[in-house]
């Protein structure tokens, strides 16, 4: 490709950290030093070069790790290793809301306003934080996000500041109470989670280098265990104690009764899809296996970003080992020799540990060629996500994987059939891989024993909010949302429940008089409701739903990925509208007009809710309206009298 | 004399030779909005729809350009779906049954315009007049709705008006101007700098959300981009968000006069291609250059010189 490149060349140590990743540049050609005896009769391109461009994201990630943010000499010379043209590269770029584009302080917390932690005073800590260190870096914000309009995102204050903050959307921590992601670039950068985030001097310590001790975190379940046996106890550094706990015994197995044979169990065991749309896996399995068109890809997708969500954190953090086994099985069972696990960036630990079992089990012949001596190939690689809940999107993780921006594809074509680099891919959420352990192990029909017969196996569910004990609890299907609950100490001080957020910010509140609802897919869909990525967010009754409710309309505003009309446009006017939403109900002699008026912003705020879920590309569009619905159906926030017209 | 054979001129032709026999295309029956209608294989609704003469707006689709089904206008209902299907790229499947005006599909779609009109400047898109007729679409809902919240929280309102891309127009060189006020985010010019013409790829999608907006590497100005000024995507602009400088200095002069303009279509002179060129002149002026769409030279593609170069024309003495 014939690159037009102008202003500016990348320093040192940009140069360096983009060849730490990509090896020495060969020519001239791909940023080199120019050797006309050399590189003059050459032509530098064909697959080779273009075919790189899936490491764009990564090279930006280095550059960024090295010097904290992406100066344009740094993409420059991206461009020319990875032959992508500066304007497309500047796309990506500014698509991920982690990536910075103007010089920034080299130390950033990244603090968590989401609904969650706003519930354990977020926006006193933010408060707190500006008094200690001045406003926010923009880019991270979506308050800030508002004026960044034509010039990207820039930074707000000087660079030559050692340390900075940004508010950040749900970091995945809402167990912890409050949290900030730690980032302090140079040679040996560092990536790390402060929860709890107890106070601002906590979070000023941290991006002054000090360490916190991992806090302990809850985990429960009712009944045995099944997906968190392990969590807790084994060691997640070591192949030998997971080998102790029964790791690999499923691969063994695996091996033994061949693809088919796996999934047919998958089949019986009528396993659904835990990321949110419940799809059966096998019948995804059997679809890819099936496609003549080769490569098969695995992509497992770890993007965990729904607001509340932080299930699959804990598996990969906890268990690492059974992720990797769960996608080799996937892999030999589809037909598939690469897999990728997409992790989003604001899991540091989670992206750490993955990375030290793939290590190891590459050494111990569990990943690789001829593994277990099976003569079958699989290995795994792993992609950091850079800040972009879109991303969570199967076809806008594909796109992400492939260099591009994370903008969802129209389906059909489904994966199956056109997934990553356009070939058959089977995509799969963190918690349903791991099922598959003991499907494989117990068979597909005794595992199908436990839970309802639509809903087979068991749940993960993330309770957090106000509850005595947030955390991680795994339970049969069939629990009702009062026993999760009480599980987890029920509300605390003894005041009643308000609401209760399921599925996240793309699912919906239920009130107290669903607290019997059944936690199945078919109980959840009488109910209206969700169980999306198994978020069970408690609100009490002197809960600001209000609050919420802004919090999620700035969410999707957020992170929309701004392809389709119905979504770019349609978050930003739910935005503006909710304060209309609210308006006082109960007309006051002299603001009838007001009434009747806000009466017409929920005709108006009805008829875009409708378009948004009948016509934007993806699911965040779809459901972006949802909560806030929900809300208003519950009376959560006073609905208008109908009247005028 | 005896005709030698090879003297005897053939038989004359009947009819334009044929193509060679390719494999029959197997066809796919569908019903459109009560009719049944018949395309052939890998056809989209939308082809299906214009074949059988049933009206889709269309916004962000180009005949010659792959669709990116963003702008929503073109959704239809097809039974048992359980959203819209965009007409433009979704693919016609034996057996389906489509619905192209159903309540959903028009709710949908004036919701969309009310979108775009309440966002966009749309001044210059005149395609899109009579869509917002047909499909009453009120831009000026979403700021009353939210105007009036305001106005009931306090009494003395501020003047309230909803988020825009409203900024100012980028005018970085003399061949032709960026209003990104007017852009809808359609995405033709970036296909058309891209893989669909030009590959040149001076421009992108930049930002996210509803900061979306297209751009160039770090927003540098066109002279220092990747940009070879063949405004293709002028061409293919549907609001007149890009658009030749010339035209624009006219505008701005209010001396763009549509109406007392000729057009005329020549060939272009400077290379042996041969491109089809509309020549568009007023007041005996050539004041805009523009290509065909369904010139099979050009597909409504040139190059700068056939798009720009007619100054050389209008100098005089």
Redesign the interface.
């Known amino acids: ?1 014939d ?2 490149i ?2 500016g060349e990348p320093t040192e140590d940009e140069r360096a950290a983009v060849d730490a990743l990509l090896g020495p540049p060969e020519s001239g050609w791909e940023g080199g030093a120019r050797n006309i005896a050399q590189d003059g009769r050459t032509a530098a391109g064909g697959h080779s070069v273009t075919g790189e461009r899936h490491l764009l994201l990564p090279a930006f990630h280095a550059v960024q790790d090295r010097v904290g943010s992406v100066s ?1 000499g740094a ?1 420059n010379y991206i461009c020319r290793r990875l032959s992508v ?7 990506v770029l ?2 991920y ?1 982690l990536l910075a ?1 103007a010089p920034r302080p080299a130390a950033v917390a990244h603090v968590c306003d989401d609904i969650a932690c706003r519930l354990h005073g977020a926006e006193q800590l933010c408060r707190d934080l500006e008094a200690r260190l001045g406003p926010p870096l923009t880019g991270g914000s979506p308050a800030a ?2 004026d ?6 820039r930074a707000g204050s000087s660079a030559s500041a050692s340390m900075g903050w940004q508010r950040s959307p749900c970091l995945g921590q809402c167990d912890a109470g409050s949290a900030a992601l730690i980032t302090r670039a140079g040679a040996m950068p560092e990536r790390f989670v402060l929860a709890p985030a107890a106070d601002a001097s906590a979070i000023v310590e941290a991006l002054a280098g000090a360490t916190a001790p991992p806090a302990s975190r809850t985990v429960g379940a009712i009944g045995t265990p099944r997906l968190l046996a392990r969590a807790g106890k084994v060691n997640p550094a070591s192949l030998d104690s997971y080998r102790e706990y029964g790791g690999y015994r499923a691969l063994a197995r695996a091996i033994e009764i061949g693809a088919e044979g796996v999934i047919a169990e998958v089949t019986a065991s009528k396993l659904l899809g835990r990321g949110g749309a419940a799809f059966p896996t096998g019948r995804k399995w059997d679809a890819v296996r099936r496609q003549p068109a080769t490569p098969h890809y695995v992509v497992c997708n770890a993007d965990e970003s729904e607001p509340g969500t932080f299930k699959d954190r804990v598996l990969m953090e906890q268990d690492p080992f059974a992720v990797v086994e769960a996608m080799t099985i996937c892999g030999l069972a589809t037909g598939a020799a690469q897999g990728f696990i997409y992790i989003r960036g604001e899991y540091p630990l989670a992206e750490a540990r993955i990375g030290s079992a793939i290590a190891e089990a590459r050494e111990a012949g569990l990943l690789g060629a001829d593994i277990m001596g099976s003569g079958q190939t699989f290995d795994v690689e792993i992609r950091r996500g850079g800040g ?1 809940y879109i991303c969570g999107e199967e076809t806008a993780l594909f796109n992400s994987i492939e260099g591009k ?1 994370g ?1 969802p594809r ?1 389906k ?1 074509p489904f994966p199956a059939e056109v997934g990553v680099f356009g070939k058959p891919t089977v995509a799969n959420n963190v918690e349903t891989l791991v099922n598959v352990l003991d499907i494989v192990l117990e068979g597909g029909e005794a595992w199908a024993r436990t839970g309802t017969t639509a809903s087979t196996g068991t749940r993960l569910f993330c309770l957090s909010g106000h509850i005595a004990r947030p955390g991680l609890y795994e339970v049969p299907f069939g629990a009702t949302l009062r026993e999760m609950i009480e599980l987890a100490g029920g509300v605390p001080g003894g005041r009643g429940v308000k609401a209760v957020l399921l599925g996240g910010a793309a699912g919906g509140f239920v009130g107290p008089e669903h607290l019997d609802l059944s936690l199945t897919f078919e109980g959840a869909r009488a109910a209206g409701a969700t169980l999306g990525s198994g978020v069970i967010m408690v609100y009490d009754e002197t809960a600001d739903l209000g609050d919420s409710l802004h919090r999620i309309a700035e969410f999707f ?10 979504c ?6 739910q935005l ?2 909710l ?6 109900s109960a007309p006051s002699a002299s ?1 009838a ?3 009747s ?2 009466a ?2 929920a005709s ?2 009805g ?2 809710s ?2 948004m ?5 993806c699911g965040l569009g ?1 459901t972006a309206s949802g909560a806030i619905e929900s809300a208003l159906n519950l009376g959560l926030i006073e609905r208008p009298v109908k009247g005028g017209e | 004399m005896n005709d030698a054979i090879w003297f005897r001129l053939p038989p004359a032709p009947s009819s334009v030779p044929h193509r060679p026999p390719t494999a029959e295309a197997p066809s796919v029956s569908a019903t459109i909005d009560g009719r049944a209608v018949e395309a052939p294989a890998g056809a989209t609704i939308l082809d299906a729809c214009r074949d059988a003469g049933i009206d889709v707006p269309t916004l962000c689709y180009l005949e010659t350009l792959t669709p ?6 073109c ?1 239809v209902e097809v039974e048992g779906a359980r ?2 299907a ?1 007409a433009c ?3 016609l499947e034996p057996g389906m049954v489509i619905r192209t005006r159903s309540p ?1 599909v028009d ?2 779609r ?3 315009l009310e ?2 009109a ?2 966009v400047d749309l001044s210059t898109a005149p395609t899109l007049v009579p869509m917002m007729r047909e499909y009453q679409a009120d831009p000026g ?2 700021a ?10 306090s009494s003395a309102a501020p003047s309230v008006s ?2 825009s ?1 409203l ?1 100012p127009a980028k005018v970085d060189n003399d061949l032709y101007m960026r209003d ?1 006020s007017k852009c ?2 359609c995405y033709k010019c970036v296909e058309a700098c891209g893989t669909d013409a030009q590959h ?14 297209i ?6 100005v066109l002279p ?3 940009c070879v000024y063949c405004g293709n995507c002028i061409a293919v602009c549907p609001t007149g968000a890009l658009m030749a400088k010339h035209e624009y200095d006219l505008r701005q002069a209010g001396e763009w006069k549509p109406e007392a303009q000729s057009v005329t279509d020549t060939t272009c002179p400077y290379c042996g291609v041969g491109c089809t060129l509309t020549v568009h002149v007023q007041d005996q002026r050539i004041v805009k250059v523009t290509s065909p769409l369904e010139s099979e030279v050009t597909h409504g593609n040139l190059c700068v010189k056939g798009r720009f170069g007619f100054e050389y024309v209008n100098k005089t003495g």
Not at chain 1, 85 to 91: C, D, L, S, V
Not at chain 2, 68 to 73: F, I, L, S, T
Not at chain 2, 215 to 220: A, K, P
């Open positions: 490709m690159l037009h102008t202003g344009r993409m043209p500066p304007a497309e590269a500047w796309g500014t698509f809301h584009t996000a508002h960044t309009h034509g010039g990207g995102a972009a921006r903008e129209s059909p505003r957020h992170e929309s990925c701004g392809q389709c009309v119905p770019r446009v349609g978050t930003q006017r503006e509208l304060p209309a939403l609210s308006a006082p603001s007009p007001s009434a008026s806000a017409s912003a108006v705020f008829e875009l409708v378009a879920k009948d016509a934007s590309i779809q | 990116v089904n963003a702008c929503r206008v959704v959203v819209l965009p790229s979704r693919k959903r709710l949908s004036k919701l969309v979108l775009l309440s966002s809902r979403f009353k709705a939210v105007g009036s919240g305001l106005s009931s929280a909803v988020a891309v900024q990104y809808v985010l040149t790829f001076a421009i992108a999608a930049a930002g996210r959300g509803f900061d979306a907006h751009s160039t590497e770090f927003d540098v220092e981009s990747a």
